[in-house]
């Protein structure tokens, strides 16, 4: 396999979480959040228009599965596929590190 | 801490990592390309001004240190700091992810 291979796969993996709130919507999923209103009340900040193209973004790339249940009324639900639940210990690895690195916002929310 | 504390800060973390190739930067660093030449020619694709703004930013993000060598003639290296090299455990997890699930280009080089 050559450099550029290499290179090409990881990119695209740090692209697709990367993507602003893509990270967010996998973490929430994989914390139990499994329906559209309770991703949304738990992403602060994030909209509509903007979860919506997360989700098809994440289902087109095989990482969410979009169930329909068959209830009355039907409920739809978000779920990761294999695929999306092996990015588990990568992306606690990053939740470990950036509360270690990061700095909390300022007051940002006590103003 | 409250969600919206936890959720910032992962946030953060990912853009920065999810930024256009400083993902590819920091590994590459990690796996032994310290000067700007060595990183350019390790990096499919990246021009220099990418290289340039993304290793700009590491260092002001505080992943990256640029260190100006006493040779003659005068010698640029570019080494992960602490925090940067912390991050190498979710970037490991992450390349092992992609190689197992993001297919190979198809025939992007050979053609």
């Known amino acids: 396999m050559s450099l550029d291979q290499v290179c090409t796969r990881f990119h695209i993996a740090l692209e697709l979480i990367g993507a602003r709130w893509s990270g967010a919507v996998i973490h929430m999923i994989f ?14 900040g994030i909209n509509d228009t903007m979860l919506a ?8 790339a095989g990482l969410v599965e979009r169930r329909v249940l068959a209830t009355s009324p039907v409920r ?16 606690d690895q990053l939740v470990d590190w ?3 690195w990061i700095p909390l916002p300022e007051a940002a929310e006590s103003a």
């Open 31 to 44: 914390k139990g959040a499994h329906r559209y209103a309770d991703l949304k009340a738990a992403i602060p």
């Open 98 to 100: 950036s509360h270690k």
């Open 53 to 60: 193209r997360r989700l098809r973004e994440l289902e087109a």
């Open 76 to 91: 739809v639900e978000y779920h990761l596929t294999e695929m999306g639940q092996e990015l588990r210990p990568a992306l």
